[in-house]
């Protein structure tokens, strides 16, 4: 089995009169994220870190803001493109972890549907989503949020090798049993 580590990093401004969403959930607050997509700062950090992870290069070469197709567009539609990637590389996702440097909103009072939200998209258990928040202090972000995400992958051919031959087993077996009732008939 082999494994993978990727990173990613993102930050968007905030802007009065916008819905605020971060890990694919929409927050009460006053401000939201400016974008072309939803602005969702934690899913495109953590949509970097796994196309980081197998080398196929980042957001904006999949979705370029250019492109209006994707103004407004739910960032989850990112994520499952990346999920796609690491899929057809041969990996799945372990674990990720995340933090974000925002003033406002507290996150900590969110942090469980944030990770149940994002382990959903990742195809993973809650307990393999971590979800840290740090206020900016000193670094004169403020008017800003940013995340940082890590993820560890996890090679799925031994698992498909495994899934191979119990499945030729299987149908060995059953000619075998097939065999068997001939004979007693
Ligand atoms: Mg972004």
Not at 25 to 53: C, K, P, R, Y
Not at 83 to 103: H, K, S, W
Not at 106 to 130: D, F, Q, T
Request: charged content about 20%; overall charge negative.
């Amino acid at each position: 089995m082999s494994f993978r580590i990727g990173y990613g990093y993102d930050s968007h401004e905030f802007k009065a009169g916008v819905p605020l969403v971060i890990g694919g959930v929409s927050l009460e607050h006053t401000h939201g994220l400016a974008g072309h997509s939803d602005g969702d700062v934690l899913l495109h950090a953590i949509t970097d870190a796994l196309l980081g992870a197998v080398a196929a290069g980042d957001i904006g070469s999949f979705f370029p803001p250019s492109d209006p197709r994707w103004k407004g567009a739910n960032s989850a539609v990112f994520l499952a493109e990346a999920m796609r990637q690491i899929a057809l590389a041969g990996f799945r996702v372990v674990n990720v972890d995340t933090t974000m440097i925002l003033a406002a909103p507290k996150i900590v009072p969110h942090a469980a549907r944030l990770r149940k939200r994002v382990a959903e998209l990742l195809n993973v258990a809650p307990g393999c989503v971590g979800i840290k928040a740090k206020t900016p202090e000193g670094t004169g972000t403020e008017n800003a949020a940013i995340a940082h995400a890590v993820v560890l992958l996890e090679s799925i051919q031994l698992e498909t090798m495994l899934q191979e031959a119990e499945a030729e087993v299987d149908s060995e077996l059953s000619v075998m049993r097939a065999g068997d009732g001939e004979g007693v008939q």
